[in-house]
């Protein structure tokens, strides 16, 4: 009768592999996720039950044999209209109408799959189905059919899919010596033509009990062998121990990094403050460039100003005289803003572009010095911190028109005209009041001379108009020159501000390693002990195979 073997060795393995994968997680080490998803396939593999299964024409003796390997002295008997039958011990998973348990300890673990005729098709698929998880493939061959046997296409079809193979040549009891040993040229000759494997074989009497239970060592001796049970096993823990090897180089490398006298973020953080200095360097183009923006939008304003104030006297005039000064000082913030906004969006497209190009030099470099993937440039991101720095840069620009009292100066200008202009409204307004009233007594000379009065006076107003608007555009372009130095010099703060707004912008993209390092600071002396105690574990591990 066979038994479970190597169960405390597995048991051992696939706990300290577990611990390995744990203490992988830990480390998050990104670089190996392939030897982790290895060491989950080979423990996948190591399966808490073993399978050993019996395939074979009809009435070629393998539910005998099958019977043998279980401790029987009664032959087990497949279904004629199943598949197989597997014989499992106290376990509940799989189809109940396959499933048979076995009662016996020390059976625990295994299971034994006997199979009904594998020249059928239906059967066939369905025992093909089971040959991935198989450690042993028992295939029982009448030593008088042996030529003709379904078993040859199924074994064609278990190459590399299965454990150990075993040929059990049955019905041998029944031939006599001669037949014998050519039997035994016989079967060495179809699995030289037949199989690219060379599988052991064995001579069993199905009818014999000694004979089984000689049958049932040799596939122990498989089960346990290097092609069965202890070939699952090493594997895993030879994946185990390459993981745990691989994050100890992590670890040392990251020990490397931090115990070193240049830290990493360090010089990183240098290449940030270079160019942050570059981005400097140029704050006295920025800040000419802001002025002569300013200055050339200073024709555009006095034209919108002339268009505004009207080129004929008019009382609509008179009554806006108060909204001018207002209006003039919104219209050149307003003129500087639609000029710069353009020109900083295409200077913060040429700051991502930098930092982007940085960035892409700096991900090797950090996943190879810190094993942190930086991961794609967040260009998204950093558009919008920059959107967000732009705008408060533009709404800092209305603080030196303010500081100026630039509004206060120009309405000044447009004050000094109110009292003439009331004075010509005046006039015109009494001219036509009296027309109006010689007109009605019928004094009509008199009613035309007063009306020519008023549009004389009307004509004086349009001139002092026009003399006015020269006057207020000389007085306007003299106040917006002198108020230029002011304007640079009360911008270069802002200015300054915005560039180390952006560079500062481009430094917190970099907060998630810095983070990471400080974490690495934390753990590293805890999880650097672990390595070599899971070390010499799985080593105890594989001493007990």
């Not at 199989?195 to 498989?222: C, D, G, Y």
């Not at 700096?362 to 810190?370: E, F, N």
Request: aromatic share 10%; charged share 25%.
């Amino acid at each position: 009768m066979i038994k479970r073997g190597y169960t405390a060795g597995q048991g051992l393995v696939r706990y300290w592999a577990h611990h390995v994968l744990d203490f992988w997680q830990s480390v998050e080490a990104a670089r190996f996720t392939d030897q982790a998803r290895e060491l989950v396939r080979a423990l996948e593999a190591l399966q808490p039950e073993r399978r050993v299964m019996v395939i074979g024409a009809p009435r070629s003796g393998k539910s005998s044999v099958a019977a043998g390997l279980l401790g029987s002295e009664l032959p087990l008997r497949a279904p004629v209209t199943g598949a197989c039958v597997r014989w499992r011990f106290r376990c509940s998973d799989g189809d109940l109408s396959d499933s048979r348990f076995l009662p016996k300890d020390e059976l625990e673990g295994l299971e034994v799959v006997d199979t009904a005729d594998c020249a059928d098709a239906v059967c066939a698929e369905r025992i093909e189905s089971l040959f991935p998880r198989t450690d042993v493939l028992i295939a029982t061959l009448d030593c008088r059919t042996m030529e003709s046997s379904p078993c040859w296409e199924m074994l064609q079809k278990a190459e590399g899919k299965v454990g150990a193979v075993i040929l059990a040549i049955t019905f041998t009891d029944l031939a006599e010596k001669e037949e014998l040993l050519r039997i035994k040229g016989s079967i060495r000759l179809l699995c030289r033509d037949r199989l690219k494997m060379r599988p052991v074989a064995l001579l069993v009497s199905p009818n014999e009990a000694e004979s089984r239970e000689a049958f049932a060592e040799s596939v122990q001796e498989a089960l346990d062998g290097p092609d069965g049970v202890r070939k699952v096993i090493r594997a895993a823990g030879q994946a185990a121990a390459t993981l745990n090897k691989s994050i100890c180089d992590v670890l040392d490398n990251r020990a490397r990094v931090m115990s070193s006298n240049v830290d990493f973020l360090n010089g990183i953080e240098t290449e940030i403050s270079n160019f942050r200095s570059h981005q400097m360097a140029a704050l006295k183009t920025w800040v000419e460039n802001f002025v002569s923006t300013f200055e050339s939008g200073r024709p555009r304003l006095l034209r919108r100003l002339r268009f505004s104030f009207g080129f004929f006297y008019s009382p609509v005039t008179l009554l806006r005289l108060d909204c001018f000064a207002r209006a003039t000082e919104l219209a050149a913030y307003r003129s500087l803003v639609s000029e710069l906004w353009q020109n900083l969006e295409e200077a913060d497209a040429r700051f991502v572009a930098s930092c982007e190009a940085h960035w892409r030099s700096v991900r090797p470099r950090m996943l190879a010095g810190i094993d942190y993937e930086l991961g794609d440039f967040p260009e998204k991101d950093l558009s919008t911190e920059l959107l967000r720095v732009r705008s408060n840069l533009v709404r800092s620009l209305y603080r030196p028109f303010s500081d100026y009292r630039l509004q206060q100066k120009l309405r000044v200008h447009f004050k000094s005209c109110a009292a003439w202009m009331m004075n010509a409204l005046r006039l015109i307004c009494l001219a036509v009041l009296v027309a109006g009233l010689f007109g009605y007594f019928g004094q009509t000379a008199v009613a035309t001379a007063c009306l020519c009065f008023a549009a004389l006076v009307w004509g004086a107003a349009t001139l002092g108009h026009w003399l006015a608007l020269r006057r207020i555009c000389r007085d306007v372009t003299k106040d917006l020159e002198a108020f230029s130095p002011v304007f640079a010099s009360a911008i270069t703060g802002a200015i300054e501000e915005f560039l180390l707004s952006r560079v500062a912008a481009y430094r917190q993209l970099y907060n998630s390693p810095r983070m990471r390092i400080a974490h690495y600071e934390k753990t590293l002396a805890p999880l650097r002990a672990r390595y070599p105690f899971l070390r010499d574990q799985l080593s105890a591990a594989f001493h007990r195979l």
